[in-house]
């Protein structure tokens, strides 16, 4: 969609085997490669373009890690070129902390930079006050769903439960990768084994090293990668709310935009949630829980009307704030900001 409004080239670094090895599906977008290197926690890739004369703005990976991040970041400055960061603004392992005190190499990076993209609104602000000159914007991090708009009776959603093979009069879903600990599937089969099996059902979608054997629930439906959009349409419509004890990110919005209200706990010492959380209206478009007791107690006195409320304002903020034209115009607008030559195609 960017490509639509403004000319650029896009680079990675990572092999296309490197990518499918993770699990990511390849992408149609044209891309140009880069030769990288890894030296331990460092990474290494070409500078080339650095050198183009047809380049005057460089969107730049926010990793520190990234060791040619430092040298483009330098280098942009002699040769009268723009860079913009783009990222999170800290490490969501350490969110708290970095709130409350920023590493000095992250200022410095940031410093150095012309500009920057962050992911929410809550990490822009927290930079207005650390670099106030710091030219930045939120882009509002989102995800492109293609049926968003499709709202299902209850007899649709009667008919997709029998064809399914649900049998539950309340579900729940739960769809990301089972590999990373940070979003405590622990807690999500403690909360499996609390709640009633005859009543409470719990649709999975995702898998992954860390996913449990969910075979001997009988209330949990487990398809694993769902990739065709229409079945991923049909298993969210069928589900009541999202629940994901942890490490809360695009799939929240994924859940938002297809009208699911959000079920987690908040952030804390043992919580670890991704800055996508911030998203998250406590009581209006989701419930934030404290521990595990305020879950059970919550889920066992709610009702379908709670659950649909609350998921309605999940779409509309879903539209409001997430779509992908609004994250495109933020980007935009950003580029205008640091470089009036640049030409924007309306």
Not at 117 to 137: A, G
Not at 190 to 202: A, K, Q, S, Y
Not at 216 to 241: T, W
Request: proline residues 3%; charged residues 20%.
């Amino acid at each position: 969609m960017l490509r639509q409004h403004v000319n650029f080239d896009l680079y990675v670094y990572h092999p296309k085997e490197f990518l499918l090895a993770n699990g990511f599906s390849a992408s149609s977008i044209p891309i140009k490669r880069l030769n990288s290197i890894s030296i331990g926690k460092l990474m290494l890739f070409g500078i080339t373009p650095l050198f183009k004369k047809e380049y005057s703005v460089y969107v730049l990976c926010a990793e520190r890690k990234l060791a040619c991040n430092w040298i483009y970041l330098l280098m942009a400055k002699l040769l009268n070129k723009k860079t913009i960061l783009w990222g999170h603004g800290l490490n969501a392992n350490f969110y708290d902390t970095y709130m409350h005190k920023m590493p000095i190499i992250y200022k410095v990076m940031y410093r150095l930079a012309d500009a920057a993209w962050f992911y929410t609104e809550n990490e822009r602000r927290l930079w207005s006050t650390l670099l106030p000159s710091l030219k930045s914007v939120a882009l509002g991090n989102t995800v492109s769903i293609p049926t968003t708009n499709k709202i299902y009776t209850d007899e649709e959603k009667a008919s997709l439960r029998t064809r399914y093979g649900i049998k539950t009069a309340v579900n729940f879903i739960f769809c990301a990768r089972f590999s990373n600990a940070n979003r405590r599937v622990d807690l999500l089969v403690e909360i499996i084994n609390r709640l009633n099996p005859d009543i409470f059902g719990f649709i999975i979608i995702g898998g992954g090293p860390l996913k449990p054997d969910f075979s001997h629930y009988s209330n949990v439906y487990d398809h694993g990668p769902v990739y065709d959009d229409e079945m991923k349409s049909d298993l969210f419509a069928i589900a009541d709310a999202y629940l994901q004890p942890g490490w809360t990110g695009l799939s929240i919005v994924e859940a938002m935009a297809y009208g699911k209200s959000i079920l987690t706990f908040e952030r804390s010492a043992d919580i670890s949630q991704c800055v996508e959380y911030g998203y998250i209206e406590h009581t209006r478009n989701g419930m934030v829980f404290q521990n595990i007791n305020q879950l059970i107690s919550f889920i066992t006195e709610a009702t379908r009307q709670d659950y649909r409320q609350m998921g309605e304002n999940a779409r509309l903020y879903y539209q409001a704030n997430l779509s992908m034209s609004n994250m495109v115009g933020n980007a935009l607008k950003s580029l205008v900001m640091l470089h009036d030559e640049i030409k924007i195609r309306v």
